[in-house]
């Protein structure tokens, strides 16, 4: 057979510990035979950030925004303990919010459905993606805690004027506490682009949801602003699409999501996506499942799983043990790249090889054949499920494909 050509190469992202085991695995096994495969490659891992001072991470940042498809493998956040580990020369960010920052982006996450593993609500036939705004609000807020008087917020002109002078609250009767949060028009357009042109890209509905009607500065301007984007750039593009756009208020949206059998983007303030999303993650069964894309506002895309880098399986590996490792959410992380690769450059046969891919990864688990995290997750009727090591589970799906 020959290898499916590329055009444009596709950014690769390398990582740490047991998902950069899988990484090259999935390359070896489902990839590198079918595709004659082009990137242009970034050690994020963390030995390689160390060595560049995290330039490493800025380039693979560039080069995701010039190229426009990037994949990513799970990386180390490092902490106290891995500094030590690694014996690294500072503690670096982690290379997540470094790119998010640098493409400007919104993740979206969506659960990978499979037979057999049912969400806890079982209306759920189709998957529900969280888009999560990831700056500002409570998460760059200032707080404290007065013991006595008026708490106001100022605004101090540039000159150093007055402006305004808001009451908060007089804490003359007793102490209490106070927090002042912000968010930028900037960073809301940015946010609200992003969820426009994925759900264009996924052909979705999108929903986004706030609480307009008490906070009626804050959350307004949200509503606000998607609507102004949503009528001056896209409301035609949506109707082309045949896809829609629905404000409602958080509460209302949560009820209705419940009922709901997904299939659509749920865009959520920083906040209610941090909450929202690890709910949904639990109600569809597994986070090794659960996919994850980062999109920045003039389309580039960043394709990883959700999860980690599994380390308690990779201290096991380095022993010499084989690990039942789940590596669904970094092979779709794969196919969504190589989809989109496929879809922007005119290469219908690349699109199609990496359907076939995750058709043939579903068929597997749907065949009782699963990693050892799903198995008590996995009810069908006549499928007794079986737990293999991962690299078993990658050769059972290339033997599928
Ligand atoms: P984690 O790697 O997601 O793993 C937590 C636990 O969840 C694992 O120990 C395992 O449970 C289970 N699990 C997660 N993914 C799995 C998979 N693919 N297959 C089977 N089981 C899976 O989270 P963590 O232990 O909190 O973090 C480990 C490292 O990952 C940290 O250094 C952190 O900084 C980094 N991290 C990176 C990203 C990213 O790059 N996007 C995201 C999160 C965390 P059992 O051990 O019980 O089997
Ligand atoms: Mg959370």
Redesign the pocket.
Known sequence: MNKIPMKTPLVEMD?????RV?WQWIKEILILPYVDLKTVYFDLGLPERDRTDDKVTLEAARAAKEYGVAV????????AQ?VEEYHLKRMYP???ATLRAALDGTVFRAPVLVRGITPYIPTWTKPITIARHAYGDVYKSVECQPQKGQQVFLTVEEGGKTAQKLPVFDFSEGAGVVMGMHNTDKSIRSFARSCFNFALSSGQDLWFAAKDTISKQYDHRFKDLFAEIFEAEYREKFERAGIEYMYTLIDDAVARVVRSEGGFIWACKNYDGDVMSDMVATAYGS??MMT?VLVSPEGAFEY??????????YYRYLKGETT???????LFAWTGALKKRGELDGLPALSDFAGRLEKACLSVIEGGVM???LVGLFRAEGVVPKAVDSRSFLEAVAAAL
Not at 15 to 19: F, H, K, L, N, R
């Open positions: 990582g740490d510990e047991m998902t899988l990513k493998c799970a990386t180390i956040t490092p902490n891995r982690s290379p997540n986070l090794a994850s990883e799983a959700a999860h980690g880098t599994v380390t308690r399986h039942s490792t789940n590596s669904v959410a970094t990693t050892k995290d």
